[in-house]
Structure formats: C-alpha cells, structure tokens
C-alpha cells in the first residue's frame, strides 16, 4: 500500500491550519536559532578571547621559566636563538612583577593603589611581537626610560586626567629593600579583558631591571609571535629542545583557567538552548494533539475507508516531519544570516572584545538535525493517539 | 448474519443495541433496512462494515465471515470490499472533490494516475465531472452526497452499505440520490444495504427488512 496520499493529506490538514504549522514551525526554528546563535556567539567569545589573550599578553606562544621565576639568560641571547626557527616572526623578552604600591598626587589628595601589575616591555622588540603599543588611547604609543603606559582603569583609580602626570611607583626588591622612583605618563593603553591591559603600568624593560636590582639582561618570559600561528605546537616542540629546562605554553594552554571558565559558561548557557528544545517539543506536541482532536471524524472515515492504524500513525507523523523540515529551514536560514552578519560586521562583547565569529555551516547541521528529530518524536504521541480511535467511535464526533 | 448480538457496556449501563438478527441478503439486491431512531439501524450497518465488532454472532460476506477477520484483514476487507455512504457525508474538507474519490483507490495501491482515470469516470457518471477540483466543502448537500457515493464505487465494492443517505438532503434531492444509487445498483449487479427511517426510500427496495428495539420484525422481498 501507497503512503504518498498520507503525505498528501497530512499536508492538506497542516497547510490548512496555516497558524498552527506557522507556530509549531517557528519553535522549532526558535530552538534551531538560540543553539546555533549561542554557539556562534559563544565560539566567537571564546576565539576573540584567544586572540586577545595571544596579542597582548602570551604571544603566540611564551617561554618561562616557572622553576626558577626568572630566565636565566641574557635576552639579547634568547631573542637571537628563538627567531632562528623561520616561523618565529618575531620575539620580545618581559618581566612580569608586582609594584607595592602606585600613587598620584592632585591638587586635592594622593591617590594611591597597592599591589599593581608592573610589565617591563622593550620598546624595540615589543612592538614587533605584540599590539600592546596598538592599544594606546590616549597620549604617546612610545616608551622611554623615565616614562610609563597606565592601564585605563587603574589611571582612574590613580586620578588621572588624561595621558599626563607624575606617578611615584615603590617595588619591594627580593631582598626586602624598597625603592621608589618617579615616572612620568606618556600614554593609556585599553584593551578588552581578555587583553588584560587595563590594570597594569607599563615600563621600560631596563628601568624595571633597575629597580628589581638586577644587573643581568634576565627576564620572566619571552612572547613569541609566529607567523602560522596554528603551528604553535611544532615551534614549541623545537624550542622546547633547545631549553628543556624552560616551559612554552599556547595562550590556551597559558590561560587555561580563563578559558575553562568561559567553556564552563557556554555549557551552561547551552543548556538554555535544550531547555528551549523541550518547549519546542511541548509546542509540536500541542499543536498536533489539538490537530487530532479536530480531526477525529476525519481520522473515524479514513479508518472507514481501509486506512490501518499504522497509516494513521505515519499521516501525523508526516505531519511531524512538515513542521521539523519547515522549522529546521527557517531556524537554519535565520541562523546563517546572523552569524554571516556578525562575520562581517563584528561586534564587541563585554566591554572591549570584539567578537571573532567565523561562520561555518557546518555547524548549523546539529541543531537543524536535532530540531527536525525532535518535531518528528514529539509526533508520536499525537499519532499514537490518533490512531487508537474507532472508526464508528469517531466518525459520531462533530 | 447469524443472531447478532451487539451490547455495550459501561459502568452501571447494559445497552443491548442488537439482540440476536438473523437476515440475508442475496448478492444485487436493493436491501432498505427500516426503523425508528434507537432501534439499532446504525449498529447492524456498522457491524456489516467491519467498523464495529458484535458481541455475539456471524456476519458472512461473499462467503467469508468478517467477524472472525484480524484487524489488518478487515481494513482490507473495508477498502476493498465495502463502499461506504454516510449521512453526513463524511468528505474529507482539506482535499479536492477529485482526491475525496480517489482516496479509497489510493488507500488499496492503485497508482495515483488509474485512481484519476476512475474518479473522473464516476464522476461523470454522478453528474460533477465540472467539479473535480473544488474543495469539497465547499458544495451543496446534494453534491457532497453524489461524491460520497463516487468515492464509495470507486473499488467496484461487492456490497455498498448507506447510512440515512437522504436524511440531511431535501425531498427533491434525495429523490435524485435515490435514483441515482439504484440506477448504480442495476447497472453494475453490486449490492446495496440503506439503513433508513424514510418511507419514501423504500420504494425502491428490492427487500425490506424492518428492525424494531434491536430485532428484526420483518424482512420481505418487494
């Protein structure tokens, strides 16, 4: 026996209540929409957060020595052997410390600021391995002994009106000793969070060393900028045998807590998206039922004219698989546009980060399956229903 | 059938619809089944159509009995077997005059493009070859009726069963209906079971049976 005249008049019956395919449709295509549209935007939070992460503050990948807390060679030295490897654009060594204490002084008060980041950068080789001089707001994108780049938060927990002002910064040697030294502002960086710029003072690599007490060209790290950056893992493994004792981490892999916890926040936020399934589901279901429950003279004739009950069930499921083919297609299609729009037009998340949305449709595919599955599943009870009806029974419904 | 019994029960109710009818019909008659409302009319046409099942009993079609068929047996046995005329015509609103023909045919496994050449034909024969491809719903009684009949035809049937097919027609139309069933009728020796309580209908019977509180009272050839 034929189904196509199931299909036929299951698509009468749902064509015909325009409203209730339309309603149906659209809570699976809502579903569709608000998994793919967390994916896309959740994956471009999270890819954005990589860049950030690996333009301003780890590279492309970043050499430390965790053991020791300092690198116990000569920068100049260490520069000179990563960028041997011919994909090692560039290299810039860093000291990473923390400042006791910052303060400003105003016409009013002292504005002061304990425990503050200190990056000493080389003005020379910076430049060519991060964005960081890129991210100056306000001021000069320069750097000199004598002169300092401030975060914009904290250059407004210190006061600061602009790129200018005196600074007093005291560093608590190792030794216990305590030194101070005034620098002048030249500049407020910004960055998105992930960037991390925007609490820190910036110095010259050898004022730090100066203040630190150290008399070698040592540092914390060096960030590495490659040009095939997706090759991280091969350049890592060769430095790695060139200093076995030294530790080089992807920002991935450097920032493994804050990605974590992102990942953590889009499983959680996708659990929205299957709860938004279920009331999709619940939409079909009601939907279809109501449907039966209007057709049940209908349902009494075709049993009447020979239909079985399986050809009762396999018309409202037909009708199961409309509403899936219909909302997957507008949930897919409404998808694709936005994320394609938010790949061509970015857009910027928490603050500074902008969003790195890359739009595959590829992706798209489980949720339009998912969401096409579950119109078709939330079928079968109304098609079960129906098809327990007598024919007598049903045909005396008005 | 054989002493039909048919009894529904229910909590703190026994209604005993049909008590023991025994009657015959021979194959090509004309068999108008009267009585008044309640007396079981409805009960005995569905029990013949395999729509409802009898409590206790024999109904033997063409040889076969249909009260001992599966489920999957008597679906076949409706559609291939049994046209159906109903009262209220029982159209299906969302298809076509056209597709409401063609469904039993499709049903059975005819290819779409036989099923048309059919219902086209039947259609002609009940006058609404100009309203194939009206929506069902949207024709006068009369009109539903001469479909319902053509969709009845349509798997050539050995037995047409019609419940009250005038009672929701006027006198004028129910004439023409009658008419046209019994014309169906001689033409192609198929035969016909009306359940009425219409005097005028049974005119053109070739039997009567007359049932009364769920027995049969009467049951004579004309």
């Known amino acids: ?398 | 059938m054989e002493k039909v019994w048919k009894v529904y029960r229910g909590e703190g109710f026994r209604v005993e619809a049909l008590r023991g009818v025994s009657f015959q019909v021979s194959e090509g008659e004309f068999c108008v089944v009267m009585g008044p409302s309640g007396s079981g009319k409805s009960t005995l046409l569905n029990l013949i159509g395999t729509i409802d099942t009898p409590t206790r009993g024999r109904i033997i079609i063409d040889g076969v009995d249909v009260t001992r068929l599966s489920e999957a047996e008597k679906d076949r046995f409706r559609n291939r077997r049994v046209g159906f005329i109903f009262q209220f015509f029982n159209l299906i609103n969302e298809l076509t005059v056209l597709e409401n023909v063609m469904l039993p045919a499709l049903i059975c496994g005819v290819s779409f493009e036989e099923a048309e050449r059919e219902a086209l034909s039947l259609l002609r024969a009940v006058g609404l070859a100009d309203k194939t491809s009206h929506s069902a719903a949207k024709l006068s009684g009369g009109e539903m009726q001469r479909v319902s009949i053509a969709r009845a035809l349509i798997n050539k049937p050995a037995l047409v069963l019609a419940d009250e097919p005038t009672g929701n027609l006027d006198s004028q139309t129910s004439t023409e209906i009658i008419r046209l069933m019994k014309e169906l009728n001689q033409r192609n020796r198929q035969t016909f079971i009306l359940v009425t309580h219409d005097p005028t209908v049974a005119e053109a019977a070739t039997k009567i049976v007359k049932i009364l509180d769920g027995r049969v009272v009467e049951e004579k050839a004309v």
């Not at chain 1, 492309?60 to 020595?65: P, T």
């Not at chain 1, 041997?84 to 016409?107: D, F, G, K, N």
């Not at chain 1, 391995?129 to 927990?157: C, H, M, W, Y």
């Open chain 1, 1 to 398: 026996m034929g189904v196509r005249y199931l299909f036929l008049i299951a698509r009468r019956i749902l064509f015909k209540r325009k409203t209730s395919a339309l309603t149906a449709s659209m809570a699976v295509a809502a579903t569709i929409f608000l998994i793919s549209f967390n994916g896309v935007v959740l994956g471009g939070v999270i890819s954005g957060v990589e860049r950030d992460l690996a333009t301003f503050q780890y590279g492309n990948l970043e050499i430390l020595n965790e053991k020791e807390g300092v690198i116990d060679k000569p920068d100049y030295q260490l520069v000179a052997s990563v960028t041997r490897h011919p994909l090692v654009e560039a290299a810039a060594p860093r000291i990473l410390t923390l400042a006791a204490e910052v303060s400003h002084q105003t016409p009013n008060r002292t504005h002061t600021v304990y425990n503050v980041t200190v990056v000493g950068v080389d003005p020379f080789l910076e430049p060519k391995a991060s964005r960081i001089f890129n991210s100056v707001a306000a001021g000069k994108p320069q750097l000199l002994k004598g002169t300092v780049l401030v975060g914009r938060d904290l250059a407004e927990d210190l006061g600061l009106e602009g790129a200018k002002g005196l600074l007093k910064v005291k560093i608590r040697r190792v030794t216990g000793e305590e030194v101070s030294r005034y620098v002048t502002v030249s500049g407020i960086v910004v960055s998105s969070a992930a960037g991390g710029l925007n609490h820190i003072l910036i110095v010259h690599i050898d004022q730090l060393r100066e203040l630190l007490g150290w008399e070698q060209r040592y540092s914390t790290s060096l960030v590495v900028k490659l040009s095939q950056p997706e090759k991280a893992d091969e350049v890592a493994a060769w430095i790695k045998m060139q200093y076995p004792d030294y530790q080089v981490k992807t920002p991935r892999e450097a920032a493994k807590n804050w990605l974590n916890a992102i990942i953590e926040g889009v499983s959680f936020i996708n659990l929205v998206g299957y709860a938004g399934m279920i009331a999709s589901a619940l939409a079909v279901i009601t939907v279809l039922t109501m449907m039966v429950s209007g057709k049940t003279r209908d349902i009494g004739v075709l049993r009447a004219l020979g239909v079985s009950r399986k050809g009762v069930i396999l018309l409202f499921i037909f009708d199961g698989i409309l509403i899936g083919l219909i909302g997957a297609a507008i949930g897919g299609l409404v998808s694709s546009l936005v994320a394609l729009w938010l790949e061509n037009y970015p857009v910027a998340f928490f603050g500074n980060l902008v969003l790195e949305v890359r739009f595959n449709p590829l992706n798209l595919l489980f949720p339009m399956v998912v969401g096409f599955v579950i119109s078709v599943l939330a079928s079968i009870y109304p098609a079960w229903k129906a098809s327990t009806y007598e024919p007598a029974e049903a045909m005396r419904y008005f």
